[in-house]
């Protein structure tokens, strides 16, 4: 499902227009790229919002229409106001059909409670990271990335290259060599501080017995 929002040019531009902007209940933004001018525009941000929660949004080809004429989009930056939850301002991209993108998509991480390291040694999953970048066209790009951590055990972990991709699509550390952890599963604290606790207690006959 694709993603629309709707947004108008802003014709007025600086501070203080863009004050009175967000004082009407609409945000300032600019969109550029795909070589062609940036143009400045102004978006509803009860309307924005809605869609600015979900987590596609942050990671899907979006289509803006402006003025009444759809481009396709990628959000590139935003900034929230400093008290309330409000976005005071945002950017887009526009995106070429035949030109690579770069874009961090989440990681769903699946079959969690049916790892041995969860399931039979009460081990804790650690998220490593919970994105990661991804290089491909606009028509690849997937909404996320699912990490499969069903056979995963107890001081193992999950690396990029273990981690199936839809096709056209590749993780941009591994393509520089980066074939860092994602998630891991350690032992529960409780288990880590008995064993600490153990150790010297084992320790002590041997040494008596010296």
Do not use: W
């Amino acid at each position: 499902m694709q993603i629309e929002i709707n947004a108008k040019t802003r014709e007025l531009k600086g501070t203080g227009a863009s004050r009175r902007l967000r004082r009407a209940g609409n945000v300032p933004g600019i969109v550029y790229g795909a070589g062609k001018d940036a143009v400045t525009i102004e978006l509803s941000h009860k309307e924005l919002f809605l869609q600015f929660r979900h987590e596609a949004f942050h990671a899907s080809i979006l289509s803006l229409n402006l003025d009444g004429k759809a481009e396709q989009v990628l959000l590139r930056d935003y900034q929230m106001h400093p008290v309330r939850t409000e976005i005071a301002h945002i950017d887009f991209q526009r995106v070429s059909q035949t030109e690579k993108i770069h874009v961090k998509v989440p990681f769903h991480f699946t079959n969690v409670e049916t790892s041995p390291g969860v399931k039979l040694n009460g081990g804790i999953v650690m998220h490593i990271m919970t994105e990661a970048e991804v290089s491909c066209l606009p028509k690849d790009l997937p909404e996320f990335v699912e990490v499969d951590m069903g056979e995963i055990d107890v001081g193992h972990s999950v690396h990029l290259a273990q981690i199936k991709l839809p096709k056209g699509v590749e993780f941009v550390k591994l393509v520089h060599g980066d074939d860092a952890a994602v998630a891991s599963i350690a032992k529960p604290r409780g288990a880590l501080i008995e064993e600490e606790v153990a150790a010297p207690a084992a320790e002590a006959p041997a040494a008596a017995a010296e």
